[in-house]
């Protein structure tokens, strides 16, 4: 046995793997928070409205939310029913405008809550001072969450395959230039023999 060579054995090849484009992840985390961020401030506001009156101070930060995140949560869904370049180029002008929320428009709720609780006297009231605290942290976590997340969603924009589009219908194969030629004078000279 010590006398036998070493065999050595030809590993099979291993068929190469498709090329796997960037994770979808951050975009489904951001769609799925932007749809919440449109969605359950204005029901909330709808069903406790009526509870203790202070849902008016909320109406502004309302507002700011839905102009930042509303053109996200609308085009992500969009992209996932039907990509495409354009609705590509859509979510980047989306992601654009998400990015104001954490960054300017939610701080201006914030502001409009305490200026308008402050003026109706009622800024030490309980609930308001949780929610000034809701609001701020929401708005420090949603600048930590755009500047870690933003990166891997505008990846998968310009990196991500995009779908297989379905090919056209044949077309007939176009005449050489030679042959359209000599259709024309062809045709040309048919037109000259009949008027004689």
């Keep these: 046995m010590a006398d036998q060579e070493p065999t050595t054995t030809a590993a099979a090849p291993v068929a190469a793997a498709a090329p796997a ?18 969605v359950i401030p204005i029901v909330l506001y709808m069903i406790l409205g009526g509870t ?8 502004t930060m309302i507002n700011m939310l839905v102009s930042a995140w509303m ?5 992500w869904i969009i992209v996932m029913a039907a990509d495409s370049t354009a609705a590509r180029a859509a979510l980047t002008g989306a992601m654009s405008m998400a990015g104001l929320g954490p960054f300017a428009l939610q701080w201006v709720g914030l502001m409009a809550f305490i ?7 009622t800024i030490l009231m309980m609930p308001n001072i949780i929610f000034v605290a809701i609001y701020f942290v929401m708005n420090v976590g949603m600048v930590v ?3 870690m ?3 891997g969603v505008y990846d ?3 990196n991500a395959p ?6 056209p219908a044949a077309k007939p194969a176009a005449k050489p230039a030679a042959d359209a030629d000599a259709d024309a004078d062809a045709a040309e000279g048919d037109d000259v023999s009949q008027a004689f």
């Design 21 to 38: 484009g960037p994770s979808m992840t951050p975009l489904l985390i951001y769609g799925i928070v932007a749809d919440a961020l449109v």
């Design 52 to 59: 203790n009156g202070y849902n008016k101070y909320h109406q």
């Design 71 to 75: 053109p996200f949560a609308i085009t």
């Design 115 to 121: 200026m308008a609780s402050h003026s109706a006297g």
């Design 145 to 147: 969450m755009h500047w």
């Design 149 to 151: 997340l933003s990166a």
């Design 156 to 158: 998968w924009i310009k």
């Design 162 to 167: 995009l779908p297989a589009a379905a090919k």
